[in-house]
């Protein structure tokens, strides 16, 4: 692994909760790169996210984020202050905060979970574990279904019946 880069604990903050609302409003950061990037540079928000690069938001790509969402830039910002101790640049793999649709979002961009075929029930099982609840399966069955529709997941049909979901 590279270097670590450090940024501000409100730049981590903000980063964290764009990505939030960009996997629960089932935006790519591909999509979202083309709303805040004027040069046309598709990759902006996956470099933002990146822990590899300093590379974060300004306050005019967060207006533009902003108007897309329909909500304010100050929905970005911490409501308490945060120490300015610049901290290492993290990128959870499903973070805290996410309905069913941000979890399979997340496990989607990640591209480990879904590289096997998984069941609902498995896939169920290991959100709710992940998160200590207790969902039950009804509540991924819509978003999985919807990411078939999307292309994203292709459903495997065993002998048995059963029904499997693997990335594309």
Do not use: W
């Amino acid at each position: 692994m590279g270097k670590e880069i450090k940024i501000t604990p409100t730049d981590q903050y903000i980063i964290d909760k764009v990505r939030v609302l960009r996997l629960e409003k089932e935006v790519s950061q591909k999509k979202l790169s083309e709303i805040i990037s004027p040069s046309g540079d598709n990759s902006a928000v996956g470099k933002i996210e990146s822990v590899s690069t300093t590379h974060k938001y300004t306050d005019h790509q967060l207006n533009l984020i902003a108007n897309y969402f329909g909500c304010t830039v100050y929905d970005f910002y911490p409501s308490e202050i945060l120490d300015d101790t610049p901290q290492v640049k993290t990128k959870v793999a499903i973070p805290k905060g996410l309905g069913p649709t941000g979890i399979i979002n997340a496990l989607l961009e990640e591209g480990k979970f879904f590289s096997v075929p998984q069941t609902i029930r498995k896939t169920t099982d290991y959100c709710n574990e992940y998160y200590k609840e207790s969902r039950p399966v009804t509540d991924y069955t819509a978003i999985l279904e919807r990411a078939v529709e999307k292309g994203s997941l292709k459903k495997v049909e065993l002998e048995s019946g059963n029904v499997r979901y693997q990335q594309v």
